[in-house]
Structure formats: C-alpha cells, structure tokens
C-alpha cells in the first residue's frame, strides 16, 4: 500500500521494506520539507502500475509510524502522465 503525495516531489520509502526488498542504493539526496533538510539515502525502484513498469530513485526514511510504508510522489506521476501521453498521441 502507498500513499499518493502530490507536494512529495520525489518517492519515498520505507527503510524496513526496502531492507525486505533488497533495493539497490543508489546514492543521497537532500529533502527538505516541514521538519527541515535532511540527507536521505536512494534506492532503485521498479515497479508495476496498469501493465507498464516504471524505475525510480526513492529516497529511505523510517516510516514505521506513519500509515503507508510508501510515499508516491511527484516524479512518478509525472512519468506515468508521459507514458499515458505517448499511448494516445497526446505528447
């Protein structure tokens, strides 16, 4: 289960699942958001919505206490928004 965030601009996750999961690191980012900035390790995620399959850079934060381990965020919507754009002719 995720959340979907449009004032999120990246996608997020949460440490524990993605240990579970295995995503690959890819780095560090900075979010900053109403808590302050902070540096945020990256994973790679790839995953299935509506038969295409999508990559991300998900920033890793503990979200144990929140109500959804994932954060959809900007960067995915704006990825399925050119996919779904191309498979009709509306670029």
Same mark, same amino acid.
């Given at each position: 289960?995720?959340?979907?965030?449009?004032?999120?601009?990246?996608?997020?996750?949460?440490?524990?699942?993605?240990? =579970?999961?295995?995503?690959?690191?890819?780095? &560090?980012? %900075? @979010?900053? /958001?109403?808590?302050?900035?902070?540096?945020?390790?990256? +994973?790679?995620?790839?995953?299935? =919505?509506?038969?295409?399959?999508?990559?991300? &850079?998900? %920033? @890793?934060? /503990?979200?144990?206490?929140?109500?959804?381990?994932?954060? +959809?965020?900007?960067?995915?919507?704006?990825?399925?928004?050119?996919?779904?754009?191309?498979?009709?002719?509306?670029?």
């Amino acid at each position: 289960m995720a959340k979907i965030d449009t004032g999120a601009k990246r996608t997020s996750i949460d440490e524990k699942l993605a240990d =579970f999961l295995r995503l690959e690191s890819v780095g &560090e980012t %900075s @979010v900053t /958001n109403a808590m302050g900035s902070q540096d945020r390790p990256l +994973v790679k995620l790839v995953f299935q =919505f509506k038969d295409k399959t999508y990559e991300l &850079e998900a %920033s @890793v934060i /503990n979200r144990g206490l929140l109500a959804f381990p994932m954060i +959809v965020g900007r960067d995915f919507l704006t990825a399925y928004k050119e996919v779904t754009n191309h498979e009709f002719g509306t670029d």
